[in-house]
């Protein structure tokens, strides 16, 4: 079966310190790939997504910079974090040709 | 470009239904759902609605779907305190890839 994996699941960082979240898919092969914000109180925005390794389309500028080293393997950086970045960050995978995503529990980030 | 839109806030009495709405402007999406989600936690798929479809019903939820209006609506009948939770619209197109684009979400509130 598969499985999604986010962490940590807490982050509390101060700011300018680098970020570096982690997601990785397990039990499927060339999914698409996602990376969502939840500001508090707001709703969910979609930051990156892939369609395969190296291939990344960014939704909105930001300072924040996602990778995908490997076919299932999807990460969010950031080199100076600003006190703007702090919420709640969701990596999703969806099966290629398919119709429904899977997310993760989810990496609450704080920037003090 | 994409956009859906739903109302912030529900507040309903336990045994009666509720009803969610959305609606979402890309004419092109192929697929709308309705993902729940509860406190610090990720999302989960309730029900989704192919396009070519008006209405769906599972159990105690009815999706319905006007797509001459772009309007997408989720009623929960019987609604249980356990309901409570942040009700998100999403919409997906096929250009190649799927990029699923959320609402800000619906706080449902359920009381006694």
């Known amino acids: 079966s598969q499985t999604i994996h986010q962490w940590p699941a807490t982050l509390v960082q101060p700011v300018g310190s680098p970020l570096s979240l982690e997601c990785t898919v397990e039990?499927?092969?060339?999914?698409?790939l996602y990376w969502y914000r939840q500001a508090a109180g707001r709703g969910l925005q979609l930051l990156f997504y892939?369609?395969?390794?190296?291939?990344i389309s960014s939704e909105v500028p930001q300072n924040l910079s996602a990778s995908r080293p490997q076919d299932r393997q999807f990460i969010l950086s950031s080199k100076k974090l600003l006190l703007s970045d702090s919420g709640f960050y969701l990596c999703?995978?969806?099966?290629?040709?398919?119709?429904?995503?899977?997310f993760g529990q989810g990496t609450r980030l704080t920037v003090v | 470009g994409e956009d859906v839109e739903q109302s912030l806030f529900l507040s309903v009495r336990e045994g009666d239904s509720s009803v969610i709405n959305c609606t979402y402007t890309d004419s092109s999406s192929t697929y709308l759902y309705w993902y729940k989600q509860e406190p610090g936690a990720g999302l989960q798929l309730l029900t989704y609605i192919f396009s070519n479809m008006d209405m769906k019903q599972d159990q105690r939820l009815t999706v319905l779907l006007n797509k001459k209006d772009k309007h997408l609506s989720l009623r929960i009948a019987d609604t249980q305190t356990g309901d409570s939770a942040i009700y998100f619209c999403a919409e997906t197109s096929r250009g190649g890839y799927n990029k699923l684009i959320f609402g800000a979400g619906t706080r449902l509130a359920v009381h006694p």
């Open positions: 892939s369609v395969g390794i190296g291939q």
């Open positions: 039990g499927t092969s060339n999914p698409n």
């Open positions: 999703a995978w969806m099966p290629q040709g398919n119709t429904e995503a899977f």
